[in-house]
């Protein structure tokens, strides 16, 4: 049947796309903060992955400590792209630690596995292994008063294929909202809990017993980035749970268009790993999606998170 051979009434499109400006057209994609001074980069080269999220940094060695100058360019270079990415690295546990550590303190995780420290936290997705949690858009650890501020990865064995992690952008995110929803969300509040992200994987007690370690906790449905005042959408499909003050149904509709946010190809990156990659992310401006798509084959990460601050 060719296009002619249509009948007049069938329908081209759905018979209604729904009108409030999320779904199609072009992306406001501001990658920094309008009066955000631009300079060259000294000490390393920056290439770019994706528009407003994502860059390699290329011609250091993170083995080696970071000089103040270096540890200057690589913060700034991280609250410009959100998500930096260092090929062949292959740092011990230690030396994922210590570089960390150039950002503040670390958190430890006690709803993870651990690694070889209670810092590293350990993800090793194989045949009859753990399940797992991160095939869904998120920010870690929200749940928490404060929630890191970052996250340093390595992947120290990975799949023949498959394995990506996307990372989204939640200042493009928020800029590319409708009207309608920002005056909804400006100055609203949510609630954050655990479990709705871990309850499949855990047994009453030990829920039970986190859930007096971890009550759900509230922050704003829109933050602002401390560094770069950039407002950002910090809502999140793991650990959001409600909008305070909204009527239950409204408020499920309105979090799960915000979450919709983060399937926007245009506000995204997506990383292709090798054994001895590092991801760094700012975890206050992103979330990210680790791609389930490898089957029994094993991959496994190595994750060191740096505490953050009381999102505002
Ligand atoms: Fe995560």
Same mark, same amino acid.
Request: charge should be positive; hydrophobic fraction near 20%.
């Given at each position: 049947m060719s296009v002619t051979d249509v009948p007049p009434t069938t329908p081209l499109r759905p018979a209604r796309i729904p009108d409030d400006g999320l779904y199609e057209g072009r992306r406001l994609l @501001? @990658? $920094? *903060? &309008?009066d955000w001074q631009e300079r060259p980069y000294e000490l390393f080269e920056v290439v770019p992955q994706a528009a407003t999220i994502g860059a390699e940094i290329r011609g250091i060695d993170l083995a080696r400590p970071l000089s103040a100058h270096l540890r200057a360019e690589l913060d700034r270079a991280l609250l410009e792209w959100k998500v930096l990415f260092f090929r062949g690295q292959h740092l011990t546990a230690e030396r994922q630690r210590a570089f960390a550590r150039n950002w503040g303190e670390l958190e430890t995780n006690p709803l993870l596995e651990r690694g070889d420290s209670d810092e590293v936290v350990r993800f090793d997705k194989s045949a009859g292994g753990t399940p797992s949690f991160e095939n869904v858009w998120h920010t870690d650890v $929200?749940? @928490?008063e404060r929630p890191a501020m970052g996250a340093v990865l390595q992947l120290r064995e990975v799949p023949p294929s498959g394995g990506d992690t996307l990372w989204a952008d939640m200042a493009a995110a928020y800029d590319n909202l409708p009207r309608w929803v920002t005056e909804r969300i400006d100055g609203a509040v949510a609630e954050h809990d655990f479990l709705p992200g871990f309850r499949r994987f855990y047994g009453p007690e030990r829920l039970a017993r986190w859930q007096e370690s971890f009550p759900p906790v509230t922050h704003p449905v829109v933050r602002r980035? *401390? /560094? $770069? %005042?950039r407002r950002m959408l910090f809502v999140n499909a793991s650990f959001t749970t409600r909008i305070l003050g909204m009527e239950q149904g409204e408020s499920d509709r309105l979090l799960r268009l915000l979450f919709q946010q983060a399937h926007v190809p245009e506000f995204q990156v997506r990383f292709r790993w090798q054994a001895g990659d590092i991801a760094f992310w700012d975890n206050r401006a992103t979330q990210h999606y680790a791609v /389930? &798509?490898? %089957?029994d084959a094993r991959r496994v990460a190595e994750r060191v998170a740096i505490a953050g601050d009381r999102p505002h």
């Open positions: @501001r @990658r $920094t *903060p &309008d $929200t749940f @928490r980035h *401390p /560094a $770069t %005042g /389930a &798509d490898y %089957g």
